[in-house]
């Protein structure tokens, strides 16, 4: 199958309205255990490609002398503008993985968060080769959520997404055999030494937090969904108190960081 496009059909569009409320964030801990690994400096330039809402980009820029934040997505560079109007170091730019070259000039790590699958990924990680130093790294971001008891309504909530979700073509892309888990892409990249930082957190949700995350994503957002989308949203409501009589949703996350550098010359 052939790879998706950074966006599919503006999903995004009426997605980036429910994101902040309906995505895990990424935890300062990672942030900061990243960027111990990488030893980052206070003169170092950081991109975010496919920044969503910048909350990488606001994470590093403590870091970083500058981060630059990319997103294809009108709706989603909104976001990511007010985010980052109060750091002065995050310049934020409407553009995708196929727009990132030489004249972005040099960076000592791209992060990208949640993102990934949605880009040429091999074609991007060739990019990255010519604007990364030599001691730079690729770091994708994303996020698991074991199976606990604490987790438990998952899979209720997963079995309900999975019925509204089942006839779009990129997520059964994403999902089939011929898709490569990102892992395997990276082996096969420039950027082949891998190491993984994680961190484990808590968070607790109510109904409307379920109902947001429904909507952020791109398989279930009002843009592909249409109507069908008022009636996902009025049986997770129907539905979720059975999955927990006092109405609120403790999650457990494991989040994660896989970092790609380059080999070590011999």
Partial sequence: MSAAPDFAARRFQSAAAHYLAGRAPYPPALIARVVELLQL??????????????????????????VLALDPEPAMLELAREAASQVPNVEVVQAG??????????????????????????????????????????????????????????????????????????????????????????????????????????????????VQRALSQSSTSRARLGAQADEMVAELRAKAPAWSPTGRFTEVLFSNALIARRPVAD
């Avoid at 809402?53 to 500058?66: C, D, I, N, T």
């Fill in 41 to 66: 400096e206070p003169d170092d330039r950081v991109m975010d490609l496919g920044c969503g809402p910048a909350q990488l980009a606001v994470g590093f820029a403590p870091y970083v002398g500058e």
């Fill in 97 to 210: 993985s196929q727009d990132i070259g030489a004249h972005l000039g040099r960076f000592r790590a791209a992060v990208i968060g949640r993102a990934f699958h949605w880009m040429d990924r091999a074609e991007t990680l060739r990019r990255f080769d010519g604007l990364l130093e030599p001691d730079g790294a690729v770091v994708l971001f994303g996020d698991e959520r074991p199976k606990l008891p604490e987790n438990a309504w998952l899979q209720h909530y997963s079995e309900l997404i999975e019925r509204f979700s089942a006839d779009d073509e990129d997520r059964q892309r994403r999902r089939s055999e011929a898709f490569a888990p990102h892992m395997s892409v990276l082996l096969h990249s420039p950027f082949s030494r891998l190491e993984r930082a994680s961190v484990v957190t808590s968070r607790e949700l109510g109904v409307d937090g379920l």
